[in-house]
């Protein structure tokens, strides 16, 4: 198993490298890249715009009437083209590198050829960081390279049959003539990236460009009872994904291609898109509280209707899994779909919060019933509070009277403290007031003749 595992990793440790491939041209024989939707002949009038810059790659010798250009074209003639017409070449100045419409992608160049593409989540439709990048040969090309980055960083470009993998080649090969008029834009693709290591594959790298790539994209409606939202990609969708947690034996390549010749060949599931990725999703604990981003594999799959199929698709994948899991690297699968179905067998961290909260409630409705049975029978008792002594009034004035002979008097106040200073007012200054006038822990009391002689007091205290 040792030299299969060896063989595995030098076959699949760096597949996760797919070929990209530029859809559109500036080729001259391209029916599309005129106005008129055909080829101008002998009699038309054939227009490149003086404002814009294009390169413009002609396979074989064409008659027309006349070109116009910056600078002055030749005449000819066609006696098979009729009248003839004023035909101008299409503006490709607005052709974006971040447009996933524009590029398609394969496992291998012999893939490429024969036209087996794959299908991707809008992020990884674009090149990733450790993708070969092919423009075809035999064409010309402009695309604007544009991104929230310095550089677009790949593994290799090829252009018209030249691959480019090392980083000053193609950088003076950019600064060329050719390649000014082939890329343009706020940002220069690099070339020279290492491949992909990890046999389960890597981060595509292209999250910092999502909004620009979501801005090239247009979503359909959708019907479905729940649509979904795929890591990744720009639209909800009508599908089912399915979701892989995994050891170091893993091989993302691999289990790709098992599942294009174990499921995708019935006729039952010819119909299905299947994408597969690693990808970054987004831990919360207690489903709030956000922790550290955890690796798993998402499988996207399409039907292209409501998903009903892509569902039934992604249950005979948890089958295999179950049966043949621990052999190939997966400790957990779980899928969710577009009818509001999910099943799994291994728990995420939303299931768990869910359990948690249907454990909680549970403990809550049991357990308060069965306390008061308890109470009621005397099996549980309220425990006894500690008594608190209050003292007495007799015991306070004791303690007062003990106390009163420590009392701080603070300074001598000459009106309380010496009568003789004050007039002398029989009954109020006098002995006999004096000796109404008492000094305690909690303040100053005296007997006040305007209210009461029977000594009503008046308490100062704070």
Known sequence: SSVFLLLGLCLFGAADA?????????????????????????????????????????????????????????????????????????????????????????????????GRFLFSVHEESVPCQYDNVLFRAGSSFRVDTTSNQPSVPVQSVSVLGKKFSSSSEFTHYLGSHSGRLQFHGTSSPSVGASGCSDASGCDCGNSANHNRICGTVTCAPMSCKKPLYPIGHCCDVCSAIVTIQYSSGFILESYRNRLQHLFLGLPSYQSIQLGMSKVLKSQYFLGVIPRAAAAEIQIVLLDGESGAVAEALARDILKDVQAQGSNLGITGAEFQ?????????????????????????????????????????????????????????????????????????GFENPIFDKPTMMPEVPGIYGTEAANSISLTPSGVHFVNPAYDENETSIDFSA
């Open 18 to 114: 797919l070929y990209k491939q530029w859809i559109p041209d500036t080729n001259y024989e391209n029916k599309t890249n005129w106005d008129k939707g055909s080829v101008p002949c002998g009699n038309d009038i054939v227009q490149f715009s003086a404002q814009r810059k294009v390169s413009v790659y002609v396979e074989t010798v064409h008659s027309v009437q006349e070109i116009q250009l910056p600078v002055d074209g030749d005449n000819g003639g066609d006696p098979g083209c009729g009248a003839g017409v004023t035909a101008q070449f299409k503006d490709a100045e607005s052709l974006q590198w971040f447009d996933p419409a524009l590029w398609q992608a394969a496992e291998s160049l012999d893939d490429l050829e024969k």
């Open 337 to 409: 779909a577009s009818s509001g179905a999910t099943s799994g067998d291994g728990a995420g961290d939303n299931a768990g919060v869910v359990v948690g909260a249907v454990f909680g409630i549970l403990i809550v409705v049991i357990g308060l019933p069965l306390l008061a049975v308890l109470f009621r029978r005397g099996v549980i008792k309220m425990p006894t509070m500690p008594t608190i002594s209050i003292p007495s009034l007799s015991s306070l004035r004791r303690s007062q009277e003990e106390i009163g002979e420590f009392t701080d008097h």
